[in-house]
C-alpha cells in the first residue's frame, strides 16, 4: 500500500480541494482566507511579471520590471504630473524607496521627466513621448493577449467588477488590521518597563 495517497489532494463532490498549511487553517473561514491569499499571491506575482513582459525588449534593456510599468501606467492616466506621494496614496503603498528607485530607472529610460524639480520634496513627474509610444504598443499586447481572452468568458465583466469591489473590501480589513497592530505595537512600547 502506497503512503502516498495521504498527499494527494482531496475530493469534494468531484472539486479538488486545495491543500493549505495547517499552522494557518484551522477552520473552515480560515481555509477559505488562506486559499484566497494563496490566489492573491500568486496572480499578484502573475500581473507584475505579466506587465513587465508587456514592456517587450525596451524594457528588458532598462531593467524595468512590472512594478515599474504600474507606476509608468499611473503616471501615463494622470490629469496632471505626479508626485511620489501621490504615486503611494494611489496604489496603497508605504515603500517609498522602492517608488523612487522604479522612478529613477523611467528617468534613465526617459520615459518620464521631472516637471517640477524645484526640490526633492516637490518633484513631479511626467510622461514623455517615447513613454506614450511603448504605452501604445504596451495596450496592444495587453488587449491581444489578456483582455480579448477575458472578453469571450461568459460574465467576466460582471465577475470582475464584483471581484474589485472584494478586493476593496479586503484591503480595508487588511489596512485595519495593519493600523491595529500599529497602535498595539506603539502602546506596548509606552506600556513597556524601563530598566534603569
Do not use: W
Not at 524595468?64 to 507606476?71: E, P, T
Not at 524639480?117 to 496592444?140: I, K
Not at 491581444?144 to 461568459?154: G, I, Q, R, Y
Amino acid at each position: 500500500m502506497s503512503t502516498n495517497s495521504a498527499k494527494r489532494p482531496r475530493e469534494k463532490d468531484g472539486v479538488l480541494l486545495a491543500k493549505v498549511p495547517r499552522h494557518l487553517a484551522s477552520s473552515p473561514e480560515e481555509f477559505s482566507v488562506t486559499q484566497f491569499e494563496q490566489g492573491l499571491l500568486c496572480a499578484a506575482e502573475a500581473f507584475y511579471r505579466f506587465y513587465g513582459a508587456l514592456l517587450g525588449r525596451d524594457g528588458r534593456r532598462h531593467k524595468l520590471a512590472g512594478q515599474d510599468n504600474v507606476i509608468l501606467q499611473q503616471i501615463m492616466a494622470a490629469s496632471r504630473p505626479l508626485s511620489v506621494a501621490d504615486i503611494a496614496r494611489f496604489a496603497n503603498r508605504d515603500d517609498i524607496a522602492n517608488i523612487q528607485y522604479s522612478l529613477k530607472k523611467l528617468l534613465r529610460a526617459k520615459l518620464i521627466a521631472k516637471s517640477n524639480p524645484s526640490s526633492a520634496r516637490e518633484t513631479t513627474y511626467a510622461a514623455t513621448e517615447l513613454a506614450r509610444q511603448l504605452t501604445r504598443n504596451f495596450v496592444v499586447l495587453r488587449r491581444a493577449l489578456f483582455t480579448n481572452s477575458v472578453a469571450e468568458v461568459v460574465d467576466f465583466h460582471e465577475q470582475l467588477a464584483s471581484g474589485a469591489k472584494l478586493l476593496n473590501t479586503i484591503t480595508s480589513l487588511y489596512d485595519q488590521g495593519t493600523r491595529v497592530l500599529a497602535c498595539v505595537e506603539q502602546t506596548a512600547e509606552v506600556d513597556a518597563p524601563r530598566n534603569a
